[in-house]
Structures are given as C-alpha cells and as structure tokens.
C-alpha cells in the first residue's frame, strides 16, 4: 500500500498550528520525504519514524522548503551515534545555491548528497518504486517529482512553480497531482511566473488528465474556500485541499 501524508502546506511561513512544505510517502514500509520546511520535522515525528527515513528529497532551497534539514541532520546523528540507524540519508538535492549545496555535501556522516541535476537524467528505480524528476519555474533551481510504480506515475508534485508550456506534460497521466497553489488571482501578473493560482492548478490536473488534485502550498491568508471553489469550476475529478496530517491513500 502507498499512502501520502501531508506533514506541511504552507509557504513562506505557516499558520500557528501548521507548518511549510512537507510530505511523506510510505511504500510498503519505505518513507520518502519531499521537502522539509519550517515545522515539517516536529510533524514528522507524529507520523513517522525518522530514523527508518529512506529518501529526502529537496525540491528546491527556500527555506519554506528545506529549513527543517538542520533539525534532521542533528536527529540523525544522534540515532547514528546510539547505533538505531546505520547508513547514512539519501537527499537529493537541486544544483543551487551554491553555497547552501556545498554545506549540506560536508554532512557526509549523515546524508549522501545526489544532484538532482544528474537524477532527472535517469529512473532511480528503488524496486518496489521509481522517482522521476523534471526542472519547473521558479526564481532557483527547482524542480518537480514523479513517484512511479511498476514504471505508471501514481504521484507528481509539482514543488513551487509557475505554469510553463511543458508542465501539462511532465504531469500527463499521473494518478494523483499535488499541486501548489500558492496565489490568487489579481497576483498573477506580479507573481505568475513562479507560483499558481488553484484556478491553473486545477487546469493543470485537467489538461494532464490526472484523476485526483491535492491543492497544497497555501499563502496563510488566503479563503482556503475560495480557492476550491476556483479549482472545482475549472476540474472534474477530486478535488482535495490538503491539511496538516490528513493521510491520502493512493490507489493504483
């Protein structure tokens, strides 16, 4: 069984009882998780054991979505150095910046650092699961996930972008699509190359022919209520608006 747990949705900063950027999918008993924003470790913690983590991934380092790494790294080192975990974390990680790349590759007693500049250019089959990686449109380097099995998409995220012509292709056919959907409407013209509205997400999941939307990434502010509304008027599958520990199964 795969299910999707949803540890954060927020960006850039979180509602007092949420959190920025995280999710974890458990395979069968292997946890991948993709981004680890502010408070997404101490959610973590409610829904899954971190020193069993198999993957991290890193769509991109804004701290929404990585800063949580800190605290991560210095819970595995403890788990390490008490013997409750052996080999190190895979985290892939996007090319830039610089200098935050280079810091997290002198972890090397907790993480393996892979460039998901080289991983985009493969199937990193895991067998029970593949993972699949596509550049999006952001202000840095970032990039969009595929959770595949049995080589069929059964999850992508899109991570933050705005929409770009090849996006509908990097998401056609997948199961599920979480989708961000970070803005609204008048802020499009400012902001829309780098973030979406629920109204494009959901055209997104429309247009790829996904069969399920999960909406995430939300601006604190926003009328959560409103932006369904707009995502329903524009898809006819499921819509659903993610939430701090709401737990997905997904259905082949």
């Not at 983590?53 to 595995?76: F, K």
């Not at 997400?201 to 999960?214: H, K």
Request: glycine share 8%.
């Amino acid at each position: 069984m795969v299910t999707l747990t949803i540890l954060g949705n927020y960006g850039p900063y979180a509602t007092a009882q949420g959190a920025c950027s995280g999710y974890v999918i458990n395979a069968d008993g292997f946890q991948i998780m993709l981004d680890c924003g502010n408070g997404s470790f101490s959610k973590l913690q409610k829904y899954a054991d971190y020193a069993t983590l198999g993957i991290l991934v890193i769509t991109h380092l804004h701290p929404d979505h990585y800063s949580d790494i800190y605290c991560l790294r210095q819970a595995l080192k403890y788990q390490m150095r008490e013997g409750n975990r052996k080999e190190p974390l895979f985290v892939y990680l996007p090319e830039g910046p610089e200098s935050l790349v280079n810091e997290m590759k002198q972890w090397e007693d907790v993480f393996t650092v892979v460039s998901l500049e080289e991983a985009k250019k493969a199937v990193n089959d895991f067998n029970l699961f593949q993972l699949k990686f596509f550049p999006v449109q952001h202000q840095i380097p970032a990039y969009g996930v595929q959770f595949c099995v049995n080589h069929q998409t059964l999850l992508t995220y899109t991570g933050d972008t705005g929409w770009f012509p090849q996006l509908e292709e990097h998401c056609r056919g997948s199961r599920y699509l979480l989708a961000e959907a970070s803005l609204r409407e008048y802020e499009l013209a400012e902001r829309g190359q780098c973030h979406m509205t629920a109204r494009q997400a959901a055209m997104l999941a429309q247009n790829s022919g996904a069969e399920n939307l999960i909406l995430t990434h939300f601006f604190p502010e926003n009328n959560l209520h409103q932006q369904q509304r707009e995502a329903e008027q524009n898809y006819d599958g499921k819509i659903y608006m993610s939430g701090t520990g709401k737990t997905y199964i997904l259905q082949p």
